[in-house]
């Protein structure tokens, strides 16, 4: 890969991420769905119903005082409930309701016809090594930062191995 296209990598990450997530907003937006509200229903039905807002907010990359507006519009369409958390008082835990699997449906429905549309024309090769390459990506961004003695950081699960 010439070194133009590798600077152009991270730029062109992001406007892929950004353009796909667009167009499925566009397609969502008919049926009374902001991006704010798809995005959090669909963290929730990959979470489980033990999740917190704190922890809602950390998977969607937004603040929590952005995600109580959107938790609170949510829980006004009947979509979810806040309850008491059973092992910490302070805080609650979100779960969505019977009424949320519809949207759900279409929600997903709807990211499954864009998704075969968008990468229809793509060879599957092509495809399972773009997969790999973004897995491998992904996890290696998602390391654990370790500060060194000499005050540099270091990807953690690499350097913990190797000064065991």
């Known amino acids: 890969m010439a070194s133009s296209n590798i600077n152009e990598f991270g730029l062109l990450l992001f406007g892929t991420a950004r353009a796909w997530r667009t167009k499925l907003d566009q397609r969502l937006r008919p049926l009374g769905l902001s991006q704010g509200k798809w995005r959090t229903l669909i963290h929730l039905s990959q979470g489980g119903d033990n999740l917190t807002q704190k922890e809602i907010a950390e998977r969607m990359g937004i603040e929590e005082p952005t995600l109580a507006g959107l938790l609170n ?5 009947g979509w979810i409930e806040r309850r ?7 805080c609650k835990t979100i779960h969505l309701q019977r009424g949320s699997k519809p949207v759900l449906n279409r929600i997903f ?3 499954k016809g864009l998704r075969h549309e968008l990468i229809e024309d793509v060879p599957a090769n092509d495809l399972e090594a773009c997969i790999r390459v973004l897995t491998q990506i992904r996890k290696k961004a998602e390391e654990p930062v370790v500060v060194a ?6 990807s953690g699960a690499r350097n913990i191995a190797s000064r065991n």
């Open 149 to 154: 003695k000499n005050g540099r950081a270091k």
């Open 84 to 90: 008491e958390s059973p092992s910490d008082r302070r």
């Open 109 to 111: 429905n709807t990211a």
């Open 73 to 77: 519009r949510l829980q006004h369409d």
